[in-house]
């Protein structure tokens, strides 16, 4: 049976992965040479590193857990958060040692969260450099979206699936049931869908959410809403195809 | 005390991947620091150095982690040995079969991008293509068979309930995005601009003016990585082997909802150590310019 | 257009149809001889999608995507891979086994055509060709994703791509391995010298290395009979085409040398 439930789980997965991707700090190409605050990589390859690594979380406990929802959830979140401050703080002592520049946002003069003074502290030709206290925190909460939107799609579809007859089966010396697999490689396949949606509307580089392009998050969440909708219902209609099971 | 033994091994396993990567990803200036080496011709520097745009780290690092898994998988079921050597030599077969395809895709990319900036004059080193590919595909071969070893002990171990493919795919992403944020950045800043003063970031009017000339004949990429492996390479694993170890730490050490509660607390210590990295750097290298009283 | 390419409509075509063919000649070759000797056909159709789906990208990504070329590659995909799976799911449940590739493409087409609309109108990127692309890439991603999947597990019916493709997570491999395919030739190719024909030179080669993953994983399954043909034909198709693909780098390129220091200014034209 469709079960609506489930499709709103997918579809507000899919609407916090976008928002996620809003608040990982992203300096691209340019942070990598120091010209610019965030994280050296592409927004989209970073919350769905930081995301799947919280699917990897979300996946062992629903498992462990026997199905529990909240648990799910939460470490799929924790997992990511955790994920995205080691890299974050690593990346930050790479910058300080290596490349010897202090952490410093050139959108701000003062940071939000730390009330530091930014703009004396950025290289002449840069947009900044590191990963400051706001874009530090902002990244965690924006993993830590993209971790519980990536378990609730992962929850959700695990629980449909598992309800089809034959589907807790496993094939041969493999030993993940079917309705893992195919939740996990559909949760991979929703998440890319919501990352890269995000990150068409963020076009290159965010420092968090203290930058001006944060406020084009509305144009993310309604992107995502039809995105993950459409996917989603696709993904469940497959329950309702399969009454009999295989 | 296994799963702790066996954790062990999977966070060794990680740091040597960071390393791995990070060092491929320099010898063959891979991501971000790329834009760099792709801008010098168009600013009429040429450069002898290598080009490889496989779509960047944490994109490419779970094909190779896929392909490897597929045909490790595959090795297993034709020579139906699961044993551990059966399993350890369909792992390194699975590594090696990945590092052919990852050279064949290095080269393309190489010959694709120069060839389409022949306007600016930027010749094909047939020697760098020659030189540069297996030391990339070796490197290549370490962090992938390090990322498939990982995943097949997590799975053995009863650590997480993905099918192996899926699971090398993901700790693959990871992987590329760790390397790509803390190891590109020693490369990019340090090394492609060594002749830029060490303490600031590269003025955004220096872009494409990479090191072409070494410290004794022209700058090549295997020079960068003999260079990065000094702090990126390390750095790098650091960073992936505290990810994957503490990942799972806190679920063995503990279980159930104080896992959780472990990891927030294991968060805030991270929040709590940046804050004195930035306070240190700010303290230590001082401001740039002066305020300007208005 | 320039001289001698390819028109948009001619590889849609090419795409659809070879897709197709491949992927009903290998199911149906097989299922009628009982063994698994005719899966590389289903590999051949997906090889000639990525051809097709190679150039689709190329024609959006020239536009500036703003965040690289890779990211439209995994957005389809990802997209694409549901639409096959229900469209399999629904071929089965509706008794139609005949008619599951072409409805997986149609569900695709309908994916596609959202992720455009959303794309082009409520993030309003710029691009006039969006909706169209992101149909054709989608479409493309499905039969590539389809058309390996069938290569590994020997035919297309759901509950033996269940088994045999998704249950060991093979269909990850096919996701990023055909992904890739589809989205490496042009951003190997990227900037202002790029060729129509060199590109999909370049497609070709790196389909080809997909269906050399594909052989390697469909022995896993059946073995011998579905790995040797697929992989045979595969090397050779490899070959062909990076040889194609090196000839037309050094026609284009500004030199190939051997060795050599870093030409002085004057050389530089």
Redesign the interface.
Known sequence: MFSLLYWVWIILGGILIGAGVHFIPVG????????ATG????????A???G??G???A??A????GGNFA?TI??GG??A???I???????????????????ASAKVKYDPI?K?RQD??????????????SS??SG?IGAFLAGVGGALVYFALAASYAGIPGFSA?????????Y???A???A??????NC??A??????TIEGFHDPKFRRLP??I??SL??SA??GL??L??VV???GG? | MVELGALTLVGAAALIAGVAEDLESDVGSQSNPNSQVQLAPQMGYLHRLYNKAISGEPASYPFYAAIGASTALSVLSVTGNSGLIGVFFALVAGAFVTSLIHGVYATTSYMGRLASQSRFGQPIYLDVLRTHTPVLMAHGFVANFSVLLLTWVLIAQHFSPFPFVVLAFIWGIALGGVGSAVGDVHLGTDRYYQDRPYGSGVNAAHSGSVVRKAESGLRNSIDCAWFCSKFGGPLTGLGFGLVVYLHFWKEVVVTSWWSALAGVIIVVIFVIMNTYLERYSRQRYGTYKEEVEE | MAEGERSPRQLLVIGVVGGLVGIYLANYLNSMTGTAWFSFFAALGAVIAVFWGADAVRRVASYGLGTGVPSIGMLSIGAGQVAVLLGLAVALNYGIHWAAPIIALILAAIIGVVNGIMARRVIKMNIAIMERSMTEIAMAASLIILGFSTAIAGGFAFDVIMKYVVAPGFIIAVFIVGGMAMLHPFNACLGPDERQKRTLNLALSTGFIAMLVAGIASGAINGVQAAVPTMIIAIFGWIIYYLRFFADTKQDAAAMLSTGLLPKEEEVA
């Open positions: 691209g190409a340019p942070a990598a040479m120091s010209q994280v050296g990589t592409g927004t989209t390859m970073l769905a590193a930081s799947l690594t699917l990897i979380g996946g062992s629903f498992a462990a857990s648990y939460v470490m924790v997992s958060a955790l994920m401050s080691i890299l974050g703080f690593i990346a930050n002592v790479m910058y300080v040692y290596g490349a010897g520049v202090p952490l730390s530091w004396l502290y950025v290289s002449r030709g840069t947009e900044g450099h590191g990963t400051p206290m530090f925190v965690i496993t094939f041969g010396g493999y030993p993940a049931p079917y893992v697999s195919l996990a490689a559909f991979i396949g929703i998440f890319f869908l890269v949606m990150s068409y509307n963020i076009g290159g144009k993310s309604a992107a039809v995105v459409v996917g696709f993904a209609l497959i195809m399969l009454p295989i």
